[in-house]
């Protein structure tokens, strides 16, 4: 929310997507952003990978919250949730 709007102005485009981790603090979002100096570069594909499959058992319960910190927003990412025990030890990027 800080950085967009001012990098937006010199012709940057940004992604952000929420870690998965320490959904206790999802009002307080840390995460990845990117940023595209869009005169030079397009973005061809937006994939957001994550360790955990938010789609079952414990996480299902915060997939919305995490979807909405998604920035531009989660229609343009292709959203691949990991389901294996040793994703879940890799550290988030």
Known sequence: DFFEPVLCRYGYE?????KTKGFDRIAET???AI?????RF??????CWTSIDLRSGKWRK????????????????QIVYGHEKALGMMPQV
């Not at 940023?35 to 005169?39: A, I, L």
């Not at 915060?62 to 990412?77: A, C, E, L, Y």
């Open 14 to 18: 940004g992604y952000f997507v929420p």
């Open 30 to 32: 840390e995460g990845q």
């Open 35 to 39: 940023f595209v100096w869009t005169e």
């Open 42 to 47: 397009s973005v061809q594909q937006a994939i």
């Open 62 to 77: 915060h997939t919305n919250k995490w979807k909405n910190q998604i920035k531009p927003s989660p229609g343009r990412f």
